[in-house]
């Protein structure tokens, strides 16, 4: 792997190996490129026709492609796994090509997730929560830290988007985590994040001891009460495809397949 030291280098790679007929599954913001190559961790591979970038988390590389000619397979000398995302609308346009391109080079179908959406007016609120359910925004110490560690235990690292420390504390800071009590015991966590008109919904969690409870559905009809604040507001998640409970949870409340699904592919070393 070759490190990127800086963005006229990246700018290069992907003048050279983008083009309309490309597959590709890098739709990354240049903000997010400037940081990771000024933390320097922003690599890439390349053959003759590819290239990868790949972004280093804490314990895996997270990667993004440019493939012109799927007989160039791609191979890598590692010390983590690979993951990487590939976003398509819909079965009917499944990606087989290139999930078999991938295959070949060594990687392995992990999870798949279907996002889901609801508009201002598709949603349905359900009655009151439970008398002894309560949730709050987090703000307390105890309540931040323990959103952190309730997200890494419950949450696959590779397709989760684990927070770190900082984010979790700036999310709190914005009020983009509510926290709930079941007689006054610390249960669940949501975290959301609102971009432009669109809420999403990042990460929900219940505590294993407590589920069954109504916790989940408390928290989902808080975080929709929270944020019904303009008509066109939309409201989005990702969701494990097989996950049913939570497919149902969330039909519930007025939220449809957004015809978008995304399949992640897993190398290990």
């Known amino acids: ?28 913001l240049s903000s997010a490129y400037s940081q990771y190559i000024a933390d320097k961790k922003l690599y890439f591979v390349n053959t003759a026709s590819n290239a990868i970038i790949l972004v280093e988390k804490a314990d895996f590389y997270r990667l993004y492609y440019y493939i012109n000619n799927q007989n160039e397979l791609v191979t890598f000398i590692i010390d983590r796994p690979l993951t990487m995302e590939i976003l398509y609308r819909g079965e009917a346009q499944r990606p087989y090509e290139v999930l078999s ?21 598709q949603l349905i609120l359900p ?11 987090a703000e307390m110490e105890k309540e931040i830290i ?27 800071e914005n009020k983009n985590i509510i926290c709930a009590y079941l007689e ?17 919904l990042g990460h929900i969690a219940v505590a294993p001891q407590f589920r069954g409870f109504g916790i989940a559905n408390a928290l989902v009809k808080s975080y929709i ?11 989005q998640l990702w969701v494990i495809q097989d996950n049913t409970k939570a497919t149902t949870l969330y039909n519930k409340f007025g939220f449809v397949y957004g ?3 995304s399949a992640s592919m897993l190398k290990e070393y």
Request: contains cysteine.
């Open 184 to 200: 006054e015991k610390l249960c669940g966590i949501l975290q959301f994040e609102i971009k432009k008109n669109v809420v999403w």
């Open 146 to 172: 323990y959103s952190k560690e309730l997200i890494e235990t419950t949450f696959d690292k590779y397709t989760g988007d684990v927070l770190t420390s900082q984010e979790v504390y700036s999310f709190a």
């Open 259 to 261: 015809n978008k699904t």
């Open 225 to 235: 009460s929270m944020n019904m604040k303009q008509p066109d507001t939309r409201y």
């Open 1 to 28: 792997m070759n490190l990127i030291k800086d963005i006229e280098l990246l700018n290069e790679i992907i003048q050279k190996y983008f083009s309309k007929n490309t597959f590709t599954n890098n739709y990354l």
């Open 101 to 121: 391109f991938w295959e070949k080079c060594g990687f392995r179908q992990h999870l798949t997730r279907d996002m889901m959406t609801a508009s201002y007016r």
């Open 127 to 137: 009655p009151e929560n439970a008398s002894n359910i309560h949730i709050k925004y």
